[in-house]
């Protein structure tokens, strides 16, 4: 089983920037998409950016500009710039990974969460 862990979270005043990182540790061939979720106090978890093995990158339609999100295969690293920070970006950060073990079979990984909270 791949291990997430995420850093970079915290507390940050409207217009501001953060930066968070995932790191996966375990054994195994290949990782697919990277992704990064949110949710916020009683909404549904929300896809906010991913980023496939080719480079390729979507984004939720209310970060757009604002977000960006990048990979490192050869460290098997996922990060997410955020700048412009707006209040309602206040949520609990995931970090996801789909990823093929050297058997070819396809699993997925979730982080533990770390906690964006941006103040007016």
């Known amino acids: 089983q791949v291990q997430l862990v995420e850093s970079g979270g915290g507390l940050v005043q409207a217009g501001g920037s953060l930066r968070l990182s995932c790191a996966a540790s375990?054994?195994?061939?290949?990782?697919?998409?990277m992704g990064w979720y949110r949710q916020a106090p009683g909404k549904q978890r929300e896809l906010v950016a991913a980023i496939i093995s080719g480079g390729s990158t979507n984004y939720v339609d209310s970060v757009k500009g604002r977000f960006t999100i990048s990979r490192d295969n050869a460290k098997n690293t996922v990060d997410l710039q955020m700048n412009s920070l707006k209040p309602e970006d206040t949520a609990v950060y995931y970090c996801?990974?789909?990823?093929?073990?050297?058997?070819?079979?396809?699993?997925?990984?979730w982080g533990q969460g770390t906690l964006v909270t941006v103040s007016s």
């Open positions: 996801k990974m789909t990823y093929r073990l050297y058997n070819y079979r396809t699993l997925e990984s």
């Open positions: 375990g054994s195994m061939f290949s990782i697919n998409t």
